[in-house]
């Protein structure tokens, strides 16, 4: 019989005349039992449906029993997480469902127990401080938690959109320059007031910028199908008079290669052809709240038309050869604001005419009446 099989304990000497019992063999492992092959299964699948419920608040329409959860296109994301990152993404129109899935890829890798680099918490690492301010019950299972990934994507738009309309507002008075998705991303990695002071993207923000924009990719299929967002679209009838005689597009909003710079982004206006020093009329009475020169718009006038359904209407008339309005002056519809001119990046004499509501840039067309 060998030393495995021996029912003896066996003893060794370690030094003449001491004996060192050696312990028995640990008995071989019986094979799992026939409650674990019914039970088991059972355990799973409802563990499964429970992080469905916890998730959604509710069972999916196409939820079938046995089903359990799937995986999404994107490899290693739950499939349920698709429906809250287009939600969150429809508070503006500057940040998208990749962008949102970009950045958490970024902070955690979608791993809900990781810790950001700050010792925040769940799969956007948000600090108890953060989720004081962004933090909300969005799926309706009475508890608000970071741990929650649709509590957590949902606060991770708010935030980011937060930060959009910050960045909007500095690029729109002339304060910053650069894409929007871009200066969002560095407030968030380095703060709005950095972005502000730096004018730009600052150094400090260009690695999380790179790791993040690297992701895009990845997470393009989350994207809606609108890319305007909620904003665009919202009013009903076309309520602006044509800012020039002429509405002749030269060159649309929506995203472009910047000619000059050769850069990919969002066109954030509509350029409209005409003839230098034609004039340049507000679209809407409202109120100057900027009127100056900029090193990318040129001469540039931004009004204030008030609010439209209890969001803020405002409008840019940028590359002026001239300024015929200064700031804090009311101004009607039709009033001359300045004259068509190609000043600051500007390849030629035209119009670039922006409408910006609720705090971002959407397509002026739909608001815009026939002219003439």
Request: hydrophobic fraction near 35%.
């Amino acid at each position: 019989m060998s030393e495995e099989h021996a029912v003896d304990t066996p003893v060794r000497e370690t030094e003449p005349g001491t004996p060192e019992r050696v312990p028995p063999p640990k008995p071989r492992r019986r094979g799992p039992g026939p409650v674990v092959f019914l039970v088991l299964p059972g355990l799973l699948t409802l563990s499964a449906v429970a992080g469905v419920l916890a998730l959604t608040g509710g069972l999916p329409d196409d939820w079938t029993p046995g089903g359990g959860t799937q995986q999404d296109a994107v490899a290693g994301v739950n499939d349920t997480y698709g429906p809250w990152l287009r939600k969150a993404a429809d508070a503006c129109n500057v940040v998208t469902a990749s962008v949102l899935a970009a950045q958490i890829d970024q902070l955690t890798g979608w791993n809900n127990a990781t810790a950001g680099p700050s010792g925040g918490q769940g799969i956007a690492a948000f600090t108890d401080a953060q989720w004081r301010t962004w933090g909300k019950d969005d799926d309706g299972n009475g508890t608000s938690s970071p741990g929650d990934p649709a509590d957590a994507i949902m606060a991770l738009g708010r935030q980011d959109c937060s930060l959009a309309r910050k960045v909007t507002d500095l690029r729109t008075d002339g304060t910053v320059n650069g894409d929007l998705v871009d200066l969002t991303l560095a407030a968030y990695a380095v703060g709005t007031d950095a972005v502000e002071q730096e004018g730009r993207v600052p150094a400090d923000a260009t690695t999380y910028l790179t790791e993040v924009k690297a992701l895009f990719a990845k997470y393009a299929d989350f994207d809606r199908e609108d890319p305007s967002g909620g904003a665009a679209g919202a009013q009903a009838d076309a309520i602006l008079a044509p800012p020039v005689t002429t509405l002749t597009i030269t060159s649309p909003y929506g995203s472009r290669k910047h000619p000059l710079t050769g850069v990919t982004k969002l066109h954030t206006g509509v350029d409209f052809g005409a003839p230098q020093g034609a004039q340049v009329s507000a679209a809407r009475a409202g109120t100057v709240v900027f009127a100056a020169m900029t090193k990318a718009y040129g001469n540039r006038v931004v009004v204030d038309h008030g609010t439209i359904e209890g969001k803020r209407l405002q409008t840019t008339y940028s590359h002026l050869s001239r300024i015929d309005v200064t700031a804090g002056q009311s101004v009607q519809t039709g009033t001359p604001v300045g004259r068509v001119g190609s000043t600051g990046l500007s390849t030629g004499p035209h119009l670039h005419f922006e409408v910006i509501y609720d705090g971002y840039y959407t397509d002026p067309q739909p608001w815009l009446a026939p002219s003439g």
